[in-house]
């Protein structure tokens, strides 16, 4: 059976790194301050809920991404004894903890839609258009409006009156974005309160440089990446 030889030092840096006590006479090595400035970053990553720029957060989950896929474990050795040792574990937790911090969507870092509304009203870089009800004959009587600002790659749907999407379903909604060629950015899927006033997010998938108006449609359910711009029910911005 082959085992993961163990390093007693790297075992009682790790130790040191997790626990903040005193690591002796390793306890000013380069490696022990690495072990805990990492911590320290991991903590601060997954605590803070400081918006983060919008080019800044592509490019970090861009890096992460591709160095945990340049990764190769390295061949395991036989030994003849076992002791657990905590470095994998610990190293494929913080790996974990910073990925889905860097990919989940943005919105998940924020505080809650009706705030992050008040806050984007408030700044004077934000984008705030009233809803006008589109073609398809799903649109109801819908408004509300939709504000954005394209140095925090943020923003919030508000939404009334606009009917549940058929079963089988989702809106979707499109930003079209005046530095970018093609196809509108897809904002995210979304689904409308019965009654009432409904907050959405906007959950951009690519960096918005410019943004000029936003499109809601209904689409099958999941989304689609392309649309078809068949059932559009409601437009803001053009």
Do not use: Y
């Not at 591709?66 to 937790?93: G, N």
């Not at 409308?192 to 410019?210: F, W």
């Amino acid at each position: 059976m082959n085992e993961t030889p163990i390093d007693p030092t790297m075992e009682r840096l790790l130790d040191a790194a997790l626990t903040g006590e005193d690591g002796g006479a390793i306890s000013d090595t380069p490696t022990l301050r690495s072990f805990r400035d990492t911590a320290a970053l991991a903590t601060a990553a997954v605590t803070s809920t400081t918006p983060v720029p919008g080019r800044l957060f592509d490019r970090l989950a861009a890096d992460a991404l591709r160095h945990c896929a340049s990764v190769r474990p390295r061949p395991s050795a036989p030994i003849r004894q076992f002791r657990p040792s905590r470095w994998p574990l610990v190293a494929a937790a913080a790996a974990g903890v910073l990925i889905t911090w860097l990919v989940m969507p943005r919105e998940a870092q924020a505080i809650d839609p009706a705030t992050q509304r008040t806050a984007l009203l408030a700044d004077s870089g934000s984008f705030h258009q009233s809803w006008k009800s589109g073609p398809s004959p799903l649109q109801g009587a819908v408004s509300g409006d939709v504000v954005w600002n394209d140095q925090q790659q943020r923003g919030v749907l508000r939404l009334q009156g606009l009917p549940a999407a058929p079963e089988g379903r989702q809106f979707q909604l499109w930003i079209v974005d005046r530095e970018r060629e093609g196809a509108p950015v897809d904002g995210g899927l979304f689904d409308v309160s019965a009654n009432g006033e409904t907050l959405v997010p906007v959950q951009a998938r690519l960096h918005i440089g410019k943004a000029a108006a936003f499109v809601i449609t209904v689409e099958r359910h999941g989304g689609v990446v392309v649309s078809k711009q068949e059932d559009v029910v409601a437009i803001a911005g053009l």
